[in-house]
């Protein structure tokens, strides 16, 4: 049984940084793409972040580049989100995600993940 667990959420004031990492269990994590998603208050859920399998691609929603960054740790069965210069509008409901196939391509949309985590709260103030 695939089980995704996100931690690090918080409240942070603006301009801040909060690191989220979520660890994966149940399959081989090395295999699998990994991705970020938010849903904010009264917002449908957003794709944020996504690593391939392989941690060499990357992708970042245009909201968050330059300020955020995906990085995966094979060995932990973990995968990352440094938030830096965080702004009020940052402020979601955090989840990771992960897809059904092994060695997919990285898909940008919701659609593309099967497996999800049970979130983590993260809240800017400004």
């Known amino acids: 049984q695939v089980q995704l667990v996100e931690s690090g959420g918080g409240l942070v004031q603006a301009g801040g940084s909060l690191r989220l990492s979520c660890t994966a269990s149940?399959?081989?994590?090395?295999?699998?793409?990994m991705a970020w998603f938010r849903q904010g208050p009264g917002k449908e859920r957003a794709f944020v972040a996504a690593?391939?399998?392989?941690?060499?691609?990357?992708y970042y929603a245009d909201s968050v580049k330059g300020r955020f960054t995906i990085s995966r740790d094979n060995a932990k069965n973990t995968v990352y989100l440094q938030m830096n210069s965080l702004k009020a509008e940052d402020t979601a409901v955090y989840y990771c995600?992960?897809?059904?196939?092994?060695?997919?391509?990285?898909?940008?949309?919701?659609?593309?993940?099967?497996?999800w985590g049970q979130g983590t709260q993260v809240t800017v103030s400004s």
């Open positions: 995600a992960s897809p059904i196939n092994a060695w997919a391509q990285v898909e940008l949309g919701p659609s593309g993940y099967n497996y």
């Open positions: 690593i391939s399998w392989s941690g060499g691609s990357t």
């Open positions: 149940g399959r081989t994590f090395s295999r699998y793409a």
